[in-house]
């Protein structure tokens, strides 16, 4: 008897599990073998064996597989008290000493298979590991055809010791773990599912003999929905009311449910609670397999409402999916069947026909408000403070699919920087936040990672006071809507700005500091991409705009808004219908979404005024004052570029030019001291790029302005080339 390996590799460890767990199996063959052999005809003539399988050559085989084989060798055969081999007992303590997971426990554990499920499953990888179980299972069945497992083999070897061969067979059926997620496959059509005959899935005889991988990679069932890692309900779904509908649907009193609104992500978990509370798995119908043309209902489709049925499980349907000719048949499937369902989508979808062949009641879950979406971080972020909770549901509306995942990356990170040791979780909330919900953009806008700060900004104190009073607006918004109830009131969503002045001014500047202090993307407009000439694309590029920017938590921002948000004008062709008509969904959309929105435009008076008296706030910015300048001008010239000692900004505050304009002079001043070849940037460097910016803008640079340093003006360099 050859004992466990006590100091192996994890090949050589799983290769002596297989040789264990072999060893029942070959014998319960041999004793099919017997029992075949005292029925069949005795046919010894050697000439028939290519047309047979005689009794003598099954003796000899399963001989030959007892004798032992390269591949296995021989078994032990001492059992324990509860029936396992002496030899996997102490398999396993070895595999665990050498910190190995023995191949078959570990898909065993993954798939919740039972000993009899694993059974199987060597009976289909031995013809794998030698063609002598090959000719033995022909015997078995006798068919010489027939050399790999079937139903016919495995109730036949595995029933002798009293299991039940109904059950047997249903474990093999569709519905049964190893066929549902891909562990055994059919290697061919047959006439009868009792002879169809098996062999292992993809990858998993390679698994089985220790070369490598993962359990979890070796099988999947396509339609089962399974709560993700850290799944709670919905809060916006009532638990007594999902509790009495999950009692309605096991009872059968109701067999089609509609959970309306919310992400597809938020469907999901409706659905999965209602499931929870009729204690029933749920199913995906697979209706992308539905034939697109022809509306015809594959065998798969309904073959996967049957395998719901036979699991007891709860369909789920999402709206979406019931257009064209394939969701006309899946209706209609549907119709036929009094399997209970759930159906979801952001509106809802209820086909009379539908409606009335079934037991209906639907819910609505509404976007959580901002005590739920406390709750729903609490759940995903159990070590933050009330504080903290209270400003991550004011200032971030993520589903609880997005929450987790923050609540991973967050983790990730602190233990990360913690190196082995723990670290504050607050502090990589931020990068967290951002890597979930960055990365989302289409062509119609892209996303700028904020880099300024409120400190940076160069205003009047009114109009500072007024982009704080933004900033605060946003944060405590969604607790005031829910709280005090101003959300039931039309209109009230988000918050709208809108920013106007003349160019250079600071607005973008602004809109990226807000954005930056909120902790938050700003997602620009590109309009060039959003306009469109043909009738109806404006309107979809837009939805794609402001989908962006509500499932990405960004600012959203359109720079040059006159374009899109300028005054209606009466129809006189039939494109001034269109373009009106573009004008009346913004104003819907603006007042349906939760994002921070802000237009930027030059002048208030080409705005609409259906859309001004729709913003909450209106900061105007005026040109910069003396002292704006004064500030404007020390932070115009980076801390590391070499000034000579020389330049008086003083004097160039009391110019009369915008933030944007003294950023260009400033720059302009050190190329041009750097093409002179100086080592710094002297007072006629900065003489001349300001006059250059001068000459950019159309204006004219008077001497008298500059005082005694109006003589820079006429040395070389001082004027632009053209």
Not at 147 to 152: I, K, N, Q, V
Not at 513 to 525: I, K
Not at 600 to 626: K, M, W
Not at 693 to 698: D, I, L, M, S
């Given at each position: 008897?050859?004992?466990?390996?006590?100091?192996?590799?994890?090949?050589?460890?799983?290769?002596?599990?297989?040789?264990?767990?072999?060893?029942?199996?070959?014998?319960?063959?041999?004793?099919?073998?017997?029992?075949?052999?005292?029925?069949?005809?005795?046919?010894?003539?050697?000439?028939?064996?290519?047309?047979?399988?005689?009794?003598?050559?099954?003796?000899?085989?399963?001989?030959?597989?007892?004798?032992?084989?390269?591949?296995?060798?021989?078994?032990?055969?001492?059992?324990?008290?509860?029936?396992?081999?002496?030899?996997?007992?102490?398999?396993?303590?070895?595999?665990?000493?050498?910190?190995?997971?023995?191949?078959?426990?570990?898909?065993?554990?993954?798939?919740?298979?039972?000993?009899?499920?694993?059974d199987v499953l060597l009976l289909a990888l031995?013809?794998?590991?030698?063609?002598?179980?090959?000719?033995?299972?022909?015997?078995?069945?006798?068919?010489?055809?027939?050399?790999?497992?079937?139903?016919?083999?495995?109730?036949?070897?595995?029933?002798?010791?009293?299991?039940?061969?109904?059950?047997?067979?249903?474990?093999?059926?569709?519905?049964?773990?190893?066929?549902?997620?891909?562990?055994?496959?059919?290697?061919?059509?047959?006439?009868?599912?009792?002879?169809?005959?098996?062999?292992?899935?993809?990858?998993?005889?390679?698994?089985?003999?220790?070369?490598?991988?993962?359990?979890?990679?070796?099988?999947?069932?396509?339609?089962?929905?399974?709560?993700?890692?850290?799944?709670?309900?919905?809060?916006?779904?009532?638990?007594?009311?999902?509790?009495?509908?999950?009692?309605?649907?096991?009872?059968?009193?109701?067999?089609?449910?509609?959970?309306?609104?919310?992400?597809?992500?938020?469907?999901?978990?409706?659905?999965?609670?209602?499931?929870?509370?009729?204690?029933?798995?749920?199913?995906?119908?697979?209706?992308?397999?539905?034939?697109?043309?022809?509306?015809?209902?594959?065998?798969?489709?309904?073959?996967?409402?049957?395998?719901?049925?036979?699991?007891?499980?709860?369909?789920?349907?999402?709206?979406?999916?019931?257009?064209?000719?394939?969701?006309?048949?899946?209706?209609?499937?549907?119709?036929?069947?009094?399997?209970?369902?759930?159906?979801?989508?952001?509106?809802?979808?209820?086909?009379?026909?539908?409606?009335?062949?079934?037991?209906?009641?639907?819910?609505?879950?509404?976007?959580?408000?901002?005590?739920?979406?406390?709750?729903?971080?609490?759940?995903?972020?159990?070590?933050?403070?009330?504080?903290?909770?209270?400003?991550?549901?004011?200032?971030?509306?993520?589903?609880?699919?997005?929450?987790?995942?923050?609540?991973?990356?967050?983790?990730?990170?602190?233990?990360?920087?913690?190196?082995?040791?723990?670290?504050?979780?607050?502090?990589?909330?931020?990068?967290?936040?951002?890597?979930?919900?960055?990365?989302?953009?289409?062509?119609?806008?892209?996303?700028?990672?904020?880099?300024?700060?409120?400190?940076?900004?160069?205003?009047?104190?009114?109009?500072?006071?007024?982009?704080?009073?933004?900033?605060?607006?946003?944060?405590?918004?969604?607790?005031?809507?829910?709280?005090?109830?101003?959300?039931?009131?039309?209109?009230?969503?988000?918050?709208?700005?809108?920013?106007?002045?003349?160019?250079?001014?600071?607005?973008?500047?602004?809109?990226?500091?807000?954005?930056?202090?909120?902790?938050?993307?700003?997602?620009?407009?590109?309009?060039?991409?959003?306009?469109?000439?043909?009738?109806?694309?404006?309107?979809?590029?837009?939805?794609?705009v402001f989908g962006q920017a509500?499932?990405?938590?960004?600012?959203?921002?359109?720079?040059?808004?006159?374009?899109?948000?300028?005054?209606?004008?009466?129809?006189?062709?039939?494109?001034?219908?269109?373009?009106?008509?573009?004008?009346?969904?913004?104003?819907?959309?603006?007042?349906?979404?939760?994002?921070?929105?802000?237009?930027?435009?030059?002048?208030?008076?080409?705005?609409?005024?259906?859309?001004?008296?729709?913003?909450?706030?209106?900061?105007?910015?005026?040109?910069?004052?003396?002292?704006?300048?004064?500030?404007?001008?020390?932070?115009?010239?980076?801390?590391?570029?070499?000034?000579?000692?020389?330049?008086?900004?003083?004097?160039?505050?009391?110019?009369?030019?915008?933030?944007?304009?003294?950023?260009?002079?400033?720059?302009?001043?050190?190329?041009?001291?750097?093409?002179?070849?100086?080592?710094?940037?002297?007072?006629?460097?900065?003489?001349?790029?300001?006059?250059?910016?001068?000459?950019?803008?159309?204006?004219?640079?008077?001497?008298?302005?500059?005082?005694?340093?109006?003589?820079?003006?006429?040395?070389?360099?001082?004027?632009?080339?053209?």
């Open positions: 008897m050859t004992g466990p390996i006590l100091t192996a590799d994890a090949v050589e460890l799983a290769l002596a599990h297989l040789r264990v767990r072999l060893l029942p199996l070959h014998r319960a063959l041999r004793q099919a073998v017997e029992r075949q052999t005292a029925e069949a005809e005795q046919l010894t003539r050697p000439d028939l064996t290519p047309f047979c399988v005689t009794a003598q050559e099954a003796q000899l085989q399963v001989d030959r597989i007892a004798a032992g084989v390269p591949a296995l060798g021989r078994p032990a055969e001492a059992r324990t008290d509860d029936g396992d081999p002496v030899g996997e007992r102490e398999l396993r303590r070895a595999a665990a000493a050498a910190d190995v997971v023995l191949p078959l426990d570990a898909l065993a554990c993954r798939f919740r298979l039972d000993r009899r499920e694993q031995a013809p794998e590991l030698d063609r002598a179980w090959q000719r033995a299972y022909a015997y078995v069945v006798d068919d010489l055809n027939r050399r790999l497992p079937s139903a016919e083999l495995v109730v036949t070897v595995l029933t002798e010791g009293g299991a039940d061969p109904a059950s047997v067979r249903r474990s093999l059926g569709p519905a049964g773990r190893l066929r549902r997620h891909g562990l055994l496959c059919s290697a061919g059509p047959s006439a009868l599912g009792w002879t169809e005959e098996l062999v292992l899935g993809p990858g998993l005889p390679e698994f089985l003999l220790g070369a490598g991988g993962t359990a979890d990679l070796m099988g999947e069932d396509p339609d089962e929905v399974l709560p993700p890692p850290g799944y709670t309900a919905p809060p916006q779904l009532a638990p007594e009311m999902v509790q009495r509908l999950g009692a309605a649907v096991r009872s059968r009193s109701i067999d089609l449910v509609g959970l309306w609104g919310g992400s597809t992500t938020v469907q999901r978990d409706a659905a999965l609670a209602l499931a929870a509370a009729a204690r029933c798995p749920l199913r995906r119908l697979p209706v992308d397999l539905a034939d697109q043309a022809a509306g015809a209902m594959p065998e798969q489709v309904r073959a996967a409402a049957q395998l719901a049925a036979e699991l007891g499980a709860l369909l789920w349907v999402r709206s979406d999916e019931l257009t064209g000719p394939a969701g006309a048949a899946v209706l209609d499937l549907l119709t036929r069947s009094r399997q209970p369902t759930v159906l979801t989508g952001a509106a809802p979808v209820r086909p009379a026909g539908l409606l009335a062949a079934r037991s209906y009641a639907e819910v609505a879950q509404p976007d959580p408000d901002h005590d739920q979406r406390r709750r729903m971080w609490a759940a995903a972020l159990p070590v933050l403070d009330e504080g903290s909770l209270t400003e991550l549901a004011s200032r971030y509306r993520l589903n609880g699919e997005e929450m987790r995942a923050v609540a991973a990356v967050a983790d990730a990170g602190a233990r990360l920087a913690g190196n082995g040791r723990p670290a504050p979780l607050g502090d990589h909330l931020a990068p967290a936040i951002a890597s979930v919900t960055r990365g989302r953009w289409a062509g119609q806008a892209h996303a700028v990672t904020p880099t300024r700060t409120m400190d940076e900004l160069v205003l009047p104190a009114e109009q500072f006071a007024h982009l704080q009073e933004v900033a605060a607006a946003f944060r405590t918004w969604p607790r005031m809507a829910d709280a005090w109830g101003f959300r039931r009131r039309a209109g009230d969503s988000g918050v709208r700005v809108l920013f106007t002045g003349e160019p250079g001014t600071g607005k973008t500047m602004s809109a990226d500091a807000l954005a930056n202090s909120l902790g938050l993307d700003l997602l620009s407009v590109d309009l060039s991409q959003v306009v469109s000439k043909w009738v109806g694309e404006t309107e979809k590029n837009l939805e794609s509500e499932e990405s938590q960004a600012v959203l921002f359109f720079d040059e808004a006159d374009a899109l948000f300028g005054k209606r004008g009466e129809v006189k062709h039939g494109t001034d219908r269109y373009a009106n008509l573009e004008v009346g969904y913004l104003l819907q959309r603006l007042e349906s979404t939760d994002a921070l929105v802000i237009l930027a435009s030059n002048l208030r008076e080409n705005i609409d005024p259906a859309f001004t008296r729709r913003f909450h706030f209106a900061v105007h910015f005026s040109r910069p004052g003396p002292a704006e300048r004064r500030r404007l001008w020390h932070q115009a010239f980076p801390a590391k570029a070499p000034l000579a000692p020389d330049v008086d900004l003083d004097v160039f505050a009391r110019l009369d030019m915008t933030g944007a304009g003294i950023v260009s002079a400033a720059r302009s001043a050190a190329l041009l001291a750097a093409d002179a070849g100086e080592d710094a940037i002297s007072m006629g460097a900065v003489v001349r790029g300001v006059a250059r910016q001068y000459q950019r803008e159309a204006r004219l640079l008077q001497p008298a302005e500059l005082g005694p340093y109006a003589t820079f003006l006429g040395q070389p360099g001082a004027r632009s080339a053209r």
